[in-house]
């Protein structure tokens, strides 16, 4: 298709990216991004984090990128803060913008990043200065609709400052390739909480990297829920730079018919005494699947640090699958506990029993059981409203899910 | 006569995924309106796989026989239909459930029985009935299904189900194990209190104690998969006392230790 692979051209880029008027600086970082993308081949499934998922076969220029794309928002910044497009952010926060997007993600480290950070649009701001906290939550809502997207989120919370942000994506039945970006900046003493509504259509195929540099005393959590797509692929890597700094990602996906959810996992301890916590859970019916794979990574200066993987994986019929893959490499003898843990299997039948000895049927039991299970997932996002609805879709999603 | 509640005729159950190895040989068992059976027997005799297959478990798998309730032949019913219908199984095991407050499994299984919502209120104030004539409290129902409960917890937790959902028959296997004196006399007292005329119970118990709470018409001794005699009160009462050997001795059966897994046998 000439036609689209001509849009993630280098020239392309910059002529799109002068259109919207933005500063040389960033015309100069798409550029970049624009050459790295030619000149990167797609990750190979040699690479450990790209076993399970091989997309040498996928073609991202066949998919032309979508110049109506915008995602919607809600939320009120605290004065002097901002949460608004990057778009609008370029013109009163052009410092920040300036310093950090691109400061932790680079638009040159690999094929789907190279591709947003040259193809962006609209994109997101969420900035809390010093000292300040956000009311409510800011929410983003990216919905989708064919050819390829690229959101690009950046959230910036400065030293004791406090935000949260919901996600919500969605998308039509279309085939849709979202390449996503999500940078955070969680400075000293600071919070951010980042809760993840996954619900794209049948034909979106997701390739999304969150990173978040975490400061001193800094605790960032990551909170995804995983419903939608065909492909999801999110890599969350938490940078424990700062002393005392903690992150927990936590993760759940319910899978059906052909779904593949990829979580990958960075723990990074640099920071002494920083405190670092992964949980991953899915369910899988159909001939879904699911992988894994986290490293935790504790550095010689992380005296005193700790960290936990989980990774569980509910079988629901016996065409489902899950790989799970977590590692760990130690290079301090200093680390209060360091562990991992995986498991894959089906529901328990004494369970499912002792639940249809109750009078809930087949399918009842098997709601309430896999409920149950991600309960420790959920019960800690402290989004209660959000939390009750996804639960909703959750049991539905299980009512006609494919257990054969 | 009035119609029974359970009519166990000529039962014989092996393991489904073992199915050479048969624990069950030919079991008759008949419990009217109103009635509380004994059964007892030794270590693996086979009271729970009895126990398990009335109430339907997939564990176990019928070879012949049959099972019927009220009438209708259940046999081949599914657990939960069974329970629908009105019969409940005090597990002599209660499985965990993390993530699942036994307030929103007593609340799904009500509804299950009753085939309709239950408004929230109507369910409180039944819920606390229960709880106040178990002398139970409220943070038992908070807590996940069985998840860290004590023994003796484990059991009053499936007393209050069972006093929830209002079974035709109920089968307590080993109710009594696990509890202190007072929480079996409390137990026992919320069982007779929770009792109608029309329900049937079926005890299964090592011990006369909770017997003399819950007074049995019927005690039965199982041995090897066979019900080897019944009688009254007064049969568990020896057993108590004398164990089973003289029993059996007199019944011109060798002894209670025989295996009872000794393959197929039908
Ligand atoms: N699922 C199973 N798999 C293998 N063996 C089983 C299974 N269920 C029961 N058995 C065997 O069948 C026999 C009877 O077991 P059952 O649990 O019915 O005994 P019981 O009379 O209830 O004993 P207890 O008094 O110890 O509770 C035992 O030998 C037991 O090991
Ligand atoms: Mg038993």
Redesign the interface.
């Known amino acids: 298709m000439a036609t689209s692979t001509a849009h993630y051209a280098e020239a392309a880029a910059v002529e799109a990216a002068r259109g919207r008027g933005e500063p040389d600086w960033l015309i100069n970082a798409r550029a970049e991004a624009a050459r790295a993308f030619a000149a990167t081949s797609m990750p190979a499934p040699s690479l450990r984090p790209w076993k399970y998922t091989d997309v040498t076969a996928l073609d991202i220029e066949a998919f032309a990128p979508d110049a109506a794309f915008a995602p919607r928002m809600t939320g009120t910044a605290p004065a002097g803060g901002f949460a608004g497009t990057l778009a609008a952010g370029l013109a009163t926060h052009s410092e920040v913008v300036r310093e950090y997007l691109g400061a932790v993600v680079q638009g040159t480290e690999g094929k789907f990043t190279a591709a947003n950070a040259a193809q962006w649009r609209e994109g997101v701001l969420v900035y809390a200065p010093r000292g300040k906290a956000f009311d409510a939550p800011v929410t983003v809502h990216v919905d989708g609709r064919e050819g390829a997207i690229f959101p690009r989120i950046l959230i910036v919370a400065e030293a004791a400052s406090e935000v949260s942000i919901i996600l919500r994506t969605s998308s039509t039945a279309a085939a849709l390739l979202v390449a996503g970006v999500i940078e955070v900046v969680a400075q000293a003493d600071s919070r951010v909480r980042l809760l993840v509504d996954t619900r794209w259509g049948a034909a979106t195929q997701e390739f999304t990297t969150l990173r978040a540099k975490i400061g001193r005393g800094a605790d960032v959590q990551v909170g995804t829920i995983a419903l939608g797509g065909l492909i999801v692929k999110h890599t969350v890597e938490a940078l424990m730079e700062g002393e005392g700094s903690t992150s927990r990602i936590r993760g759940v996906a319910v899978g059906d018919k052909e779904q593949h959810f990829d979580f990958v996992t960075l723990q990074e301890l640099i920071g002494p005494k920083s405190t670092s916590e992964v949980e991953i859970k899915t369910a899988l019916a159909g001939a879904s699947r699911s992988i894994y794979y986290g490293l935790t990574r504790v550095e010689t200066t992380a005296l005193g640090a700790s960290a936990n993987q989980e990774n569980r994986n509910l079988l629901l019929s016996p065409r489902a699958k899950a790989d799970a893959d977590p590692v760990l490499e130690i290079l301090t003898n200093e680390v209060i506990r360091c562990g991992h843990g995986a498991t894959v299997g089906p529901l328990d039948k004494d369970a499912l029993f002792y639940l249809q000895s109750r009078g809930l049927d087949m399918r009842q039991s098997l709601t309430l059981l896999v409920t149950g299970f991600f309960q420790s997932v959920l019960s800690g996002l402290d989004a209660p409203g959000l939390v009750e609805e996804l639960e909703t879709a959750l049991r539905e999603k299980l009512a006609t899910a494919e257990l054969t | 006569m009035t119609q029974p509640i359970l009519e166990v005729r000529d039962l014989k159950v092996s393991i489904t995924e073992k199915p050479d190895i048969q624990i069950v040989k030919g079991i008759d068992l008949t419990i009217r309106p109103g009635e509380i059976h004994a059964l007892m027997g030794p270590n693996g005799s086979g009271k729970s796989t009895l126990a ?1 297959t009335i ?5 176990y798998k019928v070879d012949s026989g049959s099972i019927l309730f009220r009438g209708e032949d259940v046999t081949a019913a ?3 239909a ?3 219908m009105g019969i ?2 005090s ?1 002599q095991y ?7 407050t036994m307030v ?2 007593m609340r ?2 009500l509804k ?2 009753r085939g309709a919502e239950v408004p929230a209120r109507e369910f409180l104030a039944e819920l606390r009935a229960t709880l106040a004539k178990l002398k139970m409290s409220e943070d038992m129902a908070r807590r ?2 069985n998840d860290g409960f004590s023994g003796g917890e484990k059991k009053r937790a499936e007393i209050l ?1 069972m006093g929830l ?1 209002k079974p035709d028959l109920a089968i307590l296997d080993e109710t009594d194990s696990g509890l202190d004196v007072d929480a079996l006399r409390t137990v026992s007292e919320g069982v007779n209190a929770l009792r109608t005329s029309d329900m049937g119970v079926l005890i299964i118990t090592h011990y006369e104690r909770i017997l003399n709470y819950i007074e049995p018409d019927f005690v039965h001794i199982l041995v090897g998969g066979r019900i080897v005699t019944s009688g009254g009160f007064d049969l568990a009462k020896r057993v108590e006392h004398e164990g089973y050997d003289p029993i059996l001795k007199e019944l011109g059966i060798a002894s209670a230790e025989t295996p009872v897994a000794e393959g197929a046998a039908r």
């Open positions: 398990s109430a339907g478990s997939p564990t599914t657990a939960d069974r329970a629908r409940f199984l597990f209660p499985t965990p459930i993390p993530g699942v929103n499994l799904e299984s299950a029985r996940y299904v189900q959902l």
